[in-house]
């Protein structure tokens, strides 16, 4: 079928009109306007619309506007107009072009005609000149027509229309009247760090950077740090360094996980290290806490930490923040406390006895001393009179602090042994009641002297070795015990009574009125085992209780002397360093361990009233050593002026750390505080 036939016959159903016979009318069924529509070839994504309206009656309307309905090869549109029954005789045709569509907005271009029906017979309207000029056939007409309408702005050109995409080809694509405005095909992005990222922020179209500082790349998360981007190794910073909208990933899980709890520290969590490699306990530092042995709240000064403290934790037992204390086996040293004359230095400021004239341990200078080996020393509770007793009958005493030294030894009247006296005594003690003497020594000999004569005795021993080698006196009248080197203890109340053990003892002392603790060996020859032995008054002193020492096994040596501070401290001390302290309460004894040093045979200890802390005397080889014990261990012990001494010591006997005295052999006699010798001539 002919191309511009089947476009009438199309058409014809939407401009039929229908007839209407009337014998005053002529008969216009054949009556009709052949519309002949010219358009150019490309025109196809346009729309024509033809509009007939007969003045009265209704308007009919055709648009042409899908693809199929205009022919390239014969762009010709034929349109068929009938003549409706209630038309008049005039009818007014219209014919309108319109770009991209059919809208009003679109139109290009548009003809009117008007015909009459008035007669029989078709017309025909011949439109060659309708403007549809679209050379690149994109829908959009060029300007030009009679209206000088269309907006395609290079009609040689499909991509260029208005809305479409602008190029960077230095053309209007847009038809906006300017090249490359709102460019989409090119996005810049500002890469202020200058890593190769831009911002992760919308970009700038345009065809060329804004700035040197531009690039084509986004996804910077942090554009003011170079090292961030989405190229970066990422590090443990608390930073996304690889703009994978994670944080430190690679540091999150497994040991030390970032945030997880750690035990360097307080409250300690695991966070970056300083390198960003890896990850490290962080939080509050401890309190580094020292050893405080004698609980007075100061370390021992230059100590090594023992512990730690974090903050709001309860102090530790025998733990202290610092390191202020100069001896910290003695609570009564420490910074707080009052310098008192004892030759120590008790408030730990460097100075013994601070700025007191209080004298030191120093050997006494008296001609009766001179030369005597003294084994023993004893002293009355209120410091005087003090008496020396030692080998060939020596006996020397000091009634008060203005007397010098008088000897009651050798042939003298007031001796205590028979003439021609060169016994050796061995122990010596004051009755505090009378301030009289009790000496005891070799052949059972005991001497009871009140500073003006002796009154002595002589017990017979058993055998010819032994000795009395210990004496002690309990309640007012005293009541005196002795102690021998084959084991026996001797109670003297005019007659002597003797109680016999199995070994031997050389130390004696009372705890209160009914005990008595007696020490010594269990054995009479090597090797030795250290005993303690408890007598109890039940009517009369009974058979000694053993107790039980532990930490002694397989040690060879006896205990020398005894104290019982009080009913809960006791202290022995013997041969090769031993020393063991024990409880009234117990028969269990513990051994305390010697100072570290060469080992220091003990021969003697006292304990001054209304205290725990022990002095001990021993020798190490022919030297004398003065050494200082407390419950919280060895403390340190006033020094000797100007040097100690070079020669063996035997006894101390003290009133309070303020006043004590110190025996040995060649003549030593120390007293604190003794004051230094006059340089006056």
């Known amino acids: 079928m002919h191309p511009m036939r089947q476009s009438a016959i199309l058409l014809l159903p939407l401009l039929l009109l229908a007839c209407k016979k009337d014998s005053k009318e002529p008969d216009t069924k054949q009556a009709a306007v052949h519309v002949k529509i010219g358009h150019h070839p490309k025109f196809s994504q346009g729309c024509i619309t033809v509009e007939a309206h007969g003045g009265t009656g209704e308007t009919v309307l055709a648009e042409f506007k899908e693809p199929g309905q205009f022919d390239s090869n014969d762009p010709v549109l034929n349109v068929a107009v009938f003549r409706k029954a209630d038309w008049g005789r005039d009818v007014e045709i219209t014919v309108r072009a319109f770009e991209k569509g059919c809208a009003a907005e679109q139109l290009v271009d548009e003809r009117k005609q008007t015909f009459s029906f008035a007669s029989a017979g078709r017309q025909e309207w011949l439109l060659e000149d309708l403007h549809t000029a679209d050379e690149d056939g994109d829908g959009f007409v060029s300007p030009g027509g009679p209206m000088n309408r269309g907006t395609d702005c290079d009609d040689r050109r499909a991509t260029a229309f208005p809305g479409a995409l602008e190029l960077c080809n230095g053309l ?3 038809c906006d009247g300017r090249m490359e405005t709102g460019v989409a095909n090119r ?3 500002l890469d202020k760090d200058r890593d190769g990222f831009g911002r992760n922020v919308p970009g700038t179209e345009a065809c060329d950077p804004p700035s040197e500082l531009h690039v084509e790349v986004t996804g910077d998360c942090d554009d003011e740090r170079g090292d961030i981007h989405p190229n970066a190794v990422e590090a443990c910073n608390g930073s996304d360094d690889n703009c994978d909208n994670r944080v430190d990933e690679l540091f999150t ?6 945030g997880t709890a750690c035990t360097e520290f307080c409250s300690g969590t695991y966070a970056c290290n300083d390198a960003q490699t890896g990850t490290v306990c962080v939080g509050t530092s401890p309190t580094p806490l020292y050893a405080d042995a004698d609980s007075d709240g100061e370390g021992e000064k230059d100590s090594a930490p023992a512990g730690e403290l974090c903050p709001g934790a309860p102090m530790p037992p025998k733990m202290a923040d610092n390191t202020r204390d100069c001896d910290d086996a003695d609570p009564g040293t420490n910074t707080q406390a009052t310098e008192v004359c004892d030759g120590l230095d008790n408030d730990c400021d460097g100075q013994v006895d601070g700025q007191m004239s209080c004298g030191s341990l120093r050997k006494v200078e008296a001609p009766v001393l001179a030369g005597g080996n003294w084994t023993t020393v004893a002293v009355h509770p209120d410091g005087y ?19 010098a030294f008088v000897s009651h030894g050798g042939d003298t009247t007031t001796r ?12 010596a003690w004051v009755n505090p009641h009378n301030a009289y003497l009790i000496v005891v020594g070799e052949d059972g000999w005991i001497g009871e002297h009140n500073g003006g004569s002796c009154s002595p005795i002589q017990i017979n021993l058993t055998g010819n070795s032994d000795y009395f080698s210990s004496v002690v006196g309990v309640g007012n009248p005293a009541q005196v015990f002795v102690v021998s080197t084959l084991g026996h203890l001797y109670e003297w109340t005019g007659a002597a009574q003797r109680h016999d053990s199995s070994g031997r003892y050389w130390g004696l002392h009372a705890l209160g009125q009914d005990a008595l603790f007696a020490v010594g060996s269990t054995g009479k020859s090597s090797p030795l085992v250290p005993g303690v032995n408890l007598y109890i008054r039940d009517t009369i002193w009974g058979t000694p209780a053993a107790h039980n020492l532990q930490g002694t096994e397989g040690y060879n040596g006896g205990l020398r002397a005894v104290w019982a501070a009080s009913p809960n401290l006791i202290y022995a001390v013997g041969d090769g360093g031993l020393v ?25 200890v006292a304990v001054p009233p209304g205290t725990e802390t022990a002095y001990v005397i021993g020798n190490e080889g022919t030297t004398g050593r003065l050494q200082r014990l407390t419950p919280f261990g060895w403390a340190k012990a006033p020094a000797f002026t100007p040097g100690g001494p070079i020669v063996p ?15 040995g052999d060649d003549g030593h006699v120390y007293h ?3 004051p230094a010798p006059s340089t006056q001539p």
Request: charged share 15%; proline share 7%; aromatic share 10%.
């Open 672 to 674: 604190f505080p003794e």
């Open 580 to 604: 063991v302290k024990g409880s009234g309460q117990s028969r269990d004894w513990e051994r305390v361990l010697a100072p570290a040093g060469p080992a220091v045979n003990y021969v003697s």
């Open 187 to 189: 996005v810049w992005y």
């Open 649 to 663: 010591l035997r006894d101390i006997a003290m009133t309070s750390s303020s006043n004590f005295w110190i025996v």
């Open 385 to 403: 009179p003090v008496w020396v007793a030692g080998l060939d009958g020596k006996l020397a005493v000091k009634m008060n602090a203005a007397s």
């Open 172 to 174: 209007d694509d847009n």
């Open 253 to 258: 899980e497994g040991p030390g996980a970032l």
């Open 416 to 427: 205590c042994g028979p003439a021609g006296n060169t016994l050796d005594w061995h122990a």
